[in-house]
């Protein structure tokens, strides 16, 4: 067989398997049970993309080499194949363009001293190696600290005495959803509620610094289910369930507001992007870059799950990912500033 028939035949049977990774996440199937696993896809968009530009790379070069015609089959057919991976490509850029440095900012940078630092870890339930991701996550010093995953057997790390933390709101759950919010500043009105599920908590609370109050909120929601009508999503409906908890205490909705968790879904999915929206709150990625969290242990399968969201009041001074001994999520900590309110990105 001719090497430009067999280079030929590898192309096509990588497009045409590349092809349903790149487009079916872009396509509305919300009627549709098969949308349940194809939501996944939007996860690794940017490893997506990468495979397609590989794919546009080594058509051009068998073009070049063989030509459209090749006397093995029809040019139109490899012309509309190549078509069709460049507008997935180019969407799937046009989606991850925000999340580059050649997109304005939504949360401006802050080059005076940082009024507040978060850290969030998700410590896995399974790890054993808890007083080594402990200590790692004391050493980044930050104000508020937030743990999500911890089980029954964190007790007696969390528990012990740290002069640097004296306010400590433990949910402890063998499930996958515990969570802990520690802060070296008292937390007002906090609580825990479980506003979707059993067993599944979120928190929130009041945080004074100076005299400033601001609203924290901790969430951690299962992944949506594709099949569900978008208010339906977990991420929405916690969300709405904790405006309604704020509304009891007479938090006002011009309160500053910082949102914390493990999202379990991306920044550029739709889910995320109708969370936004509703609530108001501003991406510190945008404009930057996103910082991927999850998988810890491999490289190119990562994207970031575990995000701080914030709204016009504050400004990012810096962030970064560090490691979290035993965990399959790298830790976030980020250092906000403050602004004060201003008009709200679209």
Known sequence: MPWCTVWKTAVVVWGLLMLPLLLLPLLPLSPWRLRRWMSTLVYPRRQWIELGLAWLFVFSLWLVFCGWTDNTGPGWAMAVLFLTMGIGVGIGLRDLLPYTQFYPKEVDDFSGEPWLSVCIANVKMENNRREALWKVVLEQDADLIVLLEPGTDWTDVLEAHNAAYPHRHLHLLDNAYGMAVISKTEIEDFAFGELVQDNIPSAWGQLRLGDRPFGLCVLHPKPPAPDEAESKWPLVREWAGAIDAFAQKGWGADMPFLVAGDFNDVPWSRAMRLFRQHAGLLDPGVGRHPLA?????????????????????????????????????????????WCGPKEKAS
């Open 293 to 337: 969290t999850f998988h810890a242990k491999y490289r190119w399968l990562r994207w970031p799950l575990d995000q701080v969201l914030l709204s016009s009041h504050f400004a990012c001074m810096r962030r970064h990912r560090f490691s979290l001994p035993g965990s399959d999520h790298f830790g976030l900590l980020m250092h906000i500033g």
